[in-house]
């Protein structure tokens, strides 16, 4: 009888264990009969699909299962009948309120005493977020996808260009270099902002950076967060602005001076006044002419030029115009401030700021 009692005790006790264990899983563990009715109900159930245990047991599954999937119960139904396990497939499930779930989902028999199967036991485990992430990874490698081609039609481009204007190949590698490079830190802004845009000045402080020269370089202008457009084709702008300052103009003497302004005219206003705005952005710089005029000459018809007067501004959906004189040198862009700045961003109060702060 002690024997009797202290095993009915040692069941009573597993019992309780695994009623614990099921009803503090972070799963949703539910458990039916063979009509597809629903016996027990955990909390991780309540949880995920939003019944109490009150109102679902007793209810029909199919409570759960949208209309276009009701079929798939009928195949595991059968299954469970036959004494298989169905192994975990992924699927969507509604809840009370009529929102979807994606869910994974392992559905086993339930067995009595004399081993016959009675019902099914279901786990169900919350993947909706595992597939956001899957589909935003998705998006991320489609947006990656087209941005690399893009980059390679630009890279063509620049050794096409390039290739045009010089006959001396290391004077060709160079350049090609360069110009990467400074694709590159534009792409490096882009990434760091997970793709959100970047920061004007920080964009024109990123391309100046390594001509040195810092206070010889005055910025002002509202504090903008571009688009991605923007940066690729802005930063190939200030490339070549300061690549050409460096060799010809304020960047190569002390004695020179640029001064970097842009302004976003006041347009109409209203929640469609963005599309309707200009965005005006103006390199002025000034320094000691350079006696050989050939120097000038060569810039005039060089890669840079064909970004700054061609590629630059109708990328932008704008104009520009570039003016040159001895010991001046002039860039105004004009272009739709809906293609400049992402759509979030407004204008800001005007910072006036040197290059280096």
Request: net charge negative; proline share 3%; hydrophobic share 40%.
């Amino acid at each position: 009888m002690i024997d009797v009692l202290g095993g009915d005790k040692q069941g009573a006790t597993a019992d309780a264990r695994l009623a614990a264990i099921v009803d503090s899983s972070f799963d949703a563990i539910i458990s039916k009969d063979l009509s597809s009715v629903i016996q027990s109900w955990n909390q991780a159930a309540e949880r995920m699909f939003g019944y109490s245990a009150e109102e679902a047991i007793g209810q029909s599954i199919l409570m759960l299962i949208p209309d276009h999937l009701k079929s798939e119960e009928t195949e595991i139904i059968a299954k469970v009948r036959s004494g298989d396990r169905v192994a975990s497939y992924e699927t969507t499930r509604r809840r009370k309120d009529g929102t979807l779930i994606a869910v994974s989902l392992t559905v086993s028999p339930i067995r009595n005493s004399h081993g016959e199967i009675i019902g099914a036991s279901k786990i169900a485990r919350d993947i909706s977020t595992a597939k956001e992430s899957e589909r935003r990874i998705r998006l991320l490698m489609r947006e990656v996808n087209h941005r690399v081609k893009n980059q390679f039609a630009v890279i063509l481009s620049m050794v096409r260009e390039t290739s045009k204007r010089s006959s001396d190949p290391h004077e060709f590698e160079e350049m090609i270099r360069a110009r990467i490079m400074a694709l590159s830190r534009s792409h490096d802004l882009l990434v760091i902002s997970e793709w959100a845009g970047a920061s004007l000045f920080d964009l024109i402080q990123e391309h100046l950076k390594p001509f040195g020269r810092e206070e010889q370089i005055l910025l002002s202008g509202p504090v903008l967060t571009l688009q991605s457009n923007a940066v690729q084709n802005l930063g190939m702008a200030f490339h070549e602005l300061g690549t050409n300052s460096s060799k010809y103009g304020a960047l190569a003497s002390e004695a020179g001076r640029i001064e970097i302004t842009w302004t976003i005219d006041s347009g109409a206003s209203g929640p469609d006044a963005l599309g309707e705005r200009e965005f005006q952005l103006l390199w002025n710089e000034t320094s000691p002419p350079y006696a050989d005029d050939r120097r000038e000459e060569t810039t005039r018809k060089g890669f840079g030029t064909v970004v700054l007067q061609r590629v630059a501004p109708q990328s932008l959906g704008g104009s520009a115009t570039l003016e040159r004189s001895p010991g001046h040198l002039s860039w105004r862009l004009s272009a739709p401030l809906a293609s400049i700045i992402v759509p979030q961003a407004g204008t800001e109060a005007n910072n006036n700021t040197g290059f280096g702060t």
